[in-house]
């Protein structure tokens, strides 16, 4: 079913949800790029030549050149980033507000020194209310998550990639126990890759610490993370489904971070690469969803496996035909500081990955300290993957799972390599009765 978006009809009100921000994102941007004064002062010497500089659509210019605040709300502008255009302009928010009621300055402030507009003819028409809730037809067709890849996402293993090594002794078993997954996914392709991942202090340094960031924009380039970027193409977003998800994800209380640019470091591009291989795109697109584990607190295995749960719920009430796969990557057992680095528990990891497969929901139960203690400091990226699991058929009863592939190989650099992949087998329907 679709999400319920009945803040729409609310009369004489534009809600800046995901979509309006997706709409109006060059031309909020803009505005933003008036807080310095030598912008403004460029502006106001030639604004239609500022403006062209702008990847605006000309609606967009026209409502600017035209002073007319309704049409920029229209075309995805929001009031807070308008109020940094209207202020360069000499407006106030009284003069801005009473552009768009169609009353002239002075008329807007007596209203207003009167006690303001009256709620009385400003409510949603019930009428309308109710025929917008009244049995609305069900999708033909949604999307669905078809499965769920799970893998290391080892910086090395890139390097090996981008210089020729993988036919190397020490490297060619950890290529080898991803052929089976090259070939699977060319056979399985999805239209879009929910790919979860951590950043490593790449984008979101110690400045900006968000715990769950899903990415909404377009394209995401890759990231130079102090060797220069790696050789392989940035990705294409969907940021369609993004929006849809945002919303259904922050309605259901998980506090998302909502990121339009930033780039993309392993942590990202190299399962793509185990996955896909070498190529010059990327198959298909890809929506970034990172997750702190690097600063605590992070969020708790619990919390991530019921994301999974709702984020399936989210990508499968969107009301197109998509095939959706979603990866859970990191880990598994390794420690990269201290007296301890090196670790590896081969013991830990098996045990890990048949939980996953037969018992996720009393994995997601196990505390930090686990983690920590028996798979190394950086082995809690592990409860990355628990999102990808909670987005598996079999949890809420609706089918079940089957294991198309399962490797795991010590060491590749510093780390132990665990990968798994599940595929939704979807609960057969009962037999019509015979009459």
Request: hydrophobic share 40%; aromatic share 8%.
């Amino acid at each position: 079913m679709s999400l319920d978006k009945s803040y729409k009809l609310v009369p004489g009100t534009t809600i800046f949800d995901a979509e309006q921000s997706a709409k109006g994102y060059h031309l909020n941007q803009f505005c933003m790029s008036l807080m310095t004064a030598e912008n403004r002062e460029r502006y106001l010497a030639d604004e239609r030549a500022y403006l062209d500089a702008w990847p605006l659509r000309e609606e967009q210019k026209r409502a600017l050149l035209d002073r007319d605040l309704n049409a920029a709300m229209r075309e995805g502008g929001n009031i807070y980033f308008l109020a940094k255009w209207g202020a360069t302009l000499g407006l106030s928010f009284q003069q801005m507000a009473g552009s768009m009621t169609g009353m002239t300055e002075q008329e807007y402030r007596d209203m207003m020194a009167g006690g303001g507009r009256s709620i009385e003819g400003n409510r949603i028409d019930h009428a309308v209310l109710e025929a917008a809730h009244a049995d609305p037809t069900p999708p033909t067709e949604h999307a669905v998550v078809t499965a769920a890849v799970f893998t290391s996402h080892v910086p090395a293993i890139g390097a090996a990639i981008d210089h020729h090594r993988t036919d190397e002794p020490y490297w060619q078993p950890v290529f080898d126990g991803y052929a089976f997954s090259k070939q699977w996914e060319q056979e399985n392709l999805p239209d879009v890759v929910f790919l979860v991942y951590n950043d490593h202090a790449t984008t979101f340094d110690l400045s900006l610490i968000p715990t769950f960031v899903l990415g909404t924009g377009a394209a995401y380039p890759t990231a130079d993370e102090g060797y220069g970027p790696r050789p392989v193409p940035g990705i294409e977003g969907d940021p369609d489904l993004a929006a849809h998800i945002a919303h259904s994800l922050i309605r259901d209380d998980f506090d998302l971070t909502l990121v339009n640019e930033m780039t993309v470091d392993h942590g990202l591009t190299v399962p793509l690469s185990l996955m896909f291989g070498d190529v010059g795109t990327w198959p298909c697109k890809v929506i970034p969803f990172h997750v702190n584990v690097v600063q605590y607190p992070v969020p708790s295995g619990e919390r991530c496996f019921n994301l999974g749960r709702a984020l399936r719920r989210a990508i499968e009430s969107y009301d197109r035909p998509l095939k959706v796969q979603v990866w859970g990557t990191g880990g598994m057992s390794h420690q990269l500081q201290g007296p301890r680095a090196g670790l590896i528990n081969r013991a830990w990891d098996n045990a890990f990955l048949d939980r996953l497969v037969d018992d996720p929901a009393g994995l997601a139960q196990l505390p930090h300290l686990d983690y920590v203690e028996q798979a190394g400091s950086e082995g809690i990226e592990l409860v990355m993957w628990l999102i990808a699991r909670g987005a598996m058929s079999d949890i809420d009863g609706d089918g079940a799972v089957e294991v198309e592939h399962r490797f795991y190989h010590v060491p590749a650099s510093n780390t132990a390599v665990g990968h798994l992949i599940l595929q939704n087998q979807p609960r057969a329907e009962a037999p019509a009765e015979e009459e």
